[in-house]
């Protein structure tokens, strides 16, 4: 795919979140054709002001605007007298005309109301025939051409000889008839404000509503598709990275919804109606005009790769830039415990200026792209007026000067929407890029899906079966095993420990069991049945976890503990927390379960923590328990209370525990003891010591160092 089919592709995947508000961009479309209506009849009115009232002189004919003014006026019943003359000095090698006569002073001849019947003009003129049968309201002879009048029947006179005539075509009106009419004309003007006043207020809302409604959508789509995905694409990924892309990359989509239902949609309906009115009054200039402005689009055209090249670079950094924000809020303590405020400083300020070196290649992108733009245009402009001119006075062209106001008002009218659509061109460029990055998300496929022929289990009756297992958590071919044919046994109502030292995959096997990670080979089984061939939600409803580090919501104690279980009643929680030794503990809290306790619980002690995500494990009932580390972290006192909640818990379940610290499993069903992904050791505790293998030697050691430990307390300060 082309670069250019592929921003097309995501240009046309965003709007496709626009189609479910079909009826909104209907009125949308209606309301930016009535107000570049609107914009067409106000540029409509200049001629009809100009060659209509103001000018009180013409060139001998009336104009398109006019002649458009009477054809409407006639349609509505109205009258269409305009108080306009037209005086036009022409000369004449004979001359025959009608009307009533007036003798003026100084022996002149005037006529009113008349009508040229027949005109010879001099050799030299090109206007043969332009006032041929033509009605006029006055026309004047000098008494030198008076003198040679001659009449005919009918009250006709024949002036032969040559002369120049004096004549007014058109109404004539008096001063109080002219500013009748800037009245009305006023009047029309302000009634066309209101029309783009209301207007511009229903489309600039429904049409950043629309945007809103977009964004909305697409930003739950993006939410939804991380939910999915598994864990080892968040352990790929920078959290800020994705943060980013959750808030500054679709809000850029947003711009882009914007952008183009306002400046590709509004704006060329405008341009189309103002050019059709250039062309009705001045279709010559038009034409010749027309296809020069549409050049002015090319160098904003060729700008635009490169702001979609440096926006999505932009996007990128900033991208990097939000990582380094998380990391503080998530880190803060560590920069504080290590002294190291001024270098996340210096590592952000860094981090910021690469941000905006690469916005800076944008926006420079863009305005190269604006301002050539801004120069064509005002050349263009000038050449228009120049050459215009040039061709109304030589007569190439038959151009009244109200046609001709009218003209150059279009020209002037068309430069805002044309400058908003070139304008918009590089913001749908920026926005592009950021598409690109959400559609990344959107499309990235999760690596753990359900397999056609899943099914749903509901309970645990047997147990789980690990069959062969091999995992790496590498996919390229480099198979570096972190478990290597583990193979075992574990039946409902046991407590499996699982010892070992660091890196020996331990956590690592428990996470195969929700599928957090997927066995390269091997199987694992629930009750004979394959886990790949259960449904993720089904199988996750089977199994509670209590990790080392408590997390808890930004929320109530009461939402906390309801997380796994939403329809638990307030009796079901209190039971739950009670059984893990915290209900006395939330009870004193200024506002008991439903007491906002922090980002991460930070309102709770860490034994207080640790202890809710217990009564959370209690209340959700799973057949499986995974105790990953949930008591390492804690002091004696805290681990004595969460080790009685965690017996509470483990009852009449199958339980993996994980720990490091012995003391803690001596009562395990059976303890399996892990060395390089591979299981070396297994059975009770007992058996395990007399086997004087890798568990008795980990014993002793930490024996050793529990020994150590209560001497240096025992010992003098």
């Known amino acids: 795919m082309s670069l250019r089919q592929k921003d097309l592709a995501t240009a046309w995947r965003i709007l496709s979140y626009g189609f479910p508000y079909w009826r909104r ?15 067409s009849l106000r540029v409509a009115l200049i001629p009809i002001l100009v060659d209509g009232v103001l000018i009180p002189g013409g060139t001998g004919e009336k104009s398109r605007a006019l002649g458009l003014y009477e054809q409407v006026a006639s349609w ?42 027949r005109i010879v003009p001099p050799a030299h003129q090109l206007w043969v025939g332009m006032f041929q049968e033509l009605r006029f309201a006055r026309i004047r002879f000098s008494p030198e051409v008076a003198a040679r009048a001659e009449g005919r029947p009918g009250g006709r006179i024949v002036i032969r000889g040559g002369g120049t005539a004096t004549c007014s075509l058109g109404e004539s009106a008096d001063d109080s008839k002219r500013r009748e009419y800037l009245i009305a004309f006023a009047i029309i003007g302000a009634i066309l404000s209101v029309v783009l006043g209301i207007t511009d207020y229903f489309k600039e809302y429904l049409n950043r509503s629309l945007a809103f409604f977009i964004t909305v959508d697409l930003r739950r789509d993006v939410f939804a598709s991380l939910t999915r995905q598994s864990v080892g694409f968040f352990d790929r990924q920078r959290s800020g990275d994705l943060i980013s892309r959750l808030t500054n990359d679709v809000g850029a989509v947003q711009l882009f919804t914007t952008m183009f239902f306002s400046s590709f949609l509004e704006e060329p309906i405008a341009i189309i109606l103002i050019v059709a009115v250039a062309l009705y009054f001045a279709p010559t200039l038009t034409l010749i005009a027309l296809p020069i402005m549409f050049l002015l689009v090319l160098p904003v055209v060729r700008s635009g790769k490169r702001v979609k090249k440096h926006g999505r670079g932009s996007l990128e950094k900033l991208g990097i830039v939000t990582e380094a924000i998380h990391q503080l809020f998530s880190g803060i303590r560590i920069v504080k415990a290590f002294d190291m405020e001024g270098h996340e400083r210096e590592a952000f300020d860094r981090k910021n200026r690469h941000y905006i070196r690469e916005s800076l290649k944008m926006v420079k992108a863009k305005v190269t792209g604006v301002a050539l733009l801004e120069f064509l245009y005002n050349l263009v402009i000038a050449l228009a007026v120049a050459g215009g001119g040039y061709l109304v006075l030589s007569r190439l062209v038959a151009i009244q000067l109200g046609d001709f106001a009218a003209f150059m008002a279009a020209m002037a009218t068309v430069y805002r929407p044309l400058k908003a659509v070139t304008r918009a061109l590089n913001t749908l460029q920026e926005s592009l890029g950021g598409g690109d990055r959400v559609f990344q998300i959107l499309d990235a496929r999760p690596e753990i899906a359900d397999a ?48 070992g030292p660091s890196g020996a995959g331990k956590t690592t096997l428990v996470d195969l069991i929700p599928r957090f990670y997927e066995c390269r080979r091997g199987v694992i089984s629930i009750d004979g049945i394959d886990v790949r061939r259960i449904t993720q939600r089904s199988l996750l409803r089977q199994i509670a976890i209590v990790g080392q580090e408590p997390f808890l919501f930004n929320t109530s104690v009461r939402e906390n503990l309801r997380y796994g279980r939403e329809d638990a009643t307030p009796e079901a929680i209190e039971d739950a927390a009670r059984l893990a030794f915290i209900h006395d503990v939330v009870a004193a809290l200024p506002e008991g379960y439903d007491t906002e306790i922090g980002e991460r619980g930070v309102m709770l002690s860490g034994g207080e923590r640790q202890r809710l995500t217990i009564a959370r494990a209690i209340l959700k009932d799973a057949p499986i328990l995974i105790l990953d580390e949930a008591t390492s972290a804690l002091d004696a006192n805290s681990e004595r209370l969460v080790q009685g909640a965690l017996e509470n818990l483990m009852r009449n379940r199958l339980t993996f525990v994980i720990a490091h610290r012995l003391s ?17 050791e297994q059975g009770t505790h007992e058996v395990l010591l007399a086997a004087n293998g890798v568990y008795a030697t980990l014993h002793r050691m930490q024996s050793q160092q529990l020994a150590g430990q209560g001497e240096g307390q025992r010992a003098p300060a």
Request: aromatic share 10%; charged share 25%.
């Open 25 to 39: 961009i209907l009125a949308v479309l209606l309301l930016f054709s009535i107000y570049g209506a609107a914009q």
């Open 76 to 117: 509505l019943g109205v009258s269409t007298v305009v108080p306009r003359t037209y005086r036009q000095e022409f000369p004449f090698d004979e001359i025959e005309l009608s009307g009533t006569r007036i003798d003026g002073p100084d022996h002149a001849l005037i006529l009113t109301d008349g009508r040229i019947e």
């Open 452 to 499: 056609p022929d899943a099914i749903d289990i509901y309970g645990v009756r047997d147990g789980i079966v690990f069959d062969g297992l091999h995992f790496s958590y590498r996919s390229d071919g480099d198979e570096r095993w972190v478990l290597q044919d583990v193979s075992f046994e574990a039946r409902m109502g046991e407590t499996i420990a699982i010892v």
């Open 664 to 680: 803690t499993i001596s009562r395990a069903t059976r303890i399996m003891v892990l060395e390089s992904g591979r299981i070396v």
